[in-house]
């Protein structure tokens, strides 16, 4: 598994219609994903889908969809509530896409 945390000074956040999903010093990077810590995530702005997919060395994702005011963005974010092992450090962590940008900024 290739991870590798953004611990280094560099703070990632999420955002979606200017609103901030979720910010972090502590990501972990999968396959070109930041994974937020559950506790940098704004829950408030998602809304469980019934939308699960497979990955066959991470298990199944679960998907959440992103809310702000009246937008919806379905299916913009995942997390693994049971990966496999080798995934096992983003358990509850979430990903985003799906016009969610995600900005990366040095810190020092």
Known sequence: MSTRSQRRGRTVRATWRGVVLA????????????????DAVHWEHLVESPTTTRCFWKGRAHYLSVAVDDDIAVDAAWYYPRPWPLARAITD?????????????DDG
């Open 93 to 105: 962590h979430v990903a985003f896409w799906g016009g969610v940008q995600i900005e990366r900024r």
């Open 23 to 38: 910010e972090s010093m502590d990501t972990i990077r999968v396959e070109a994903n930041d994974y937020f810590p559950p």
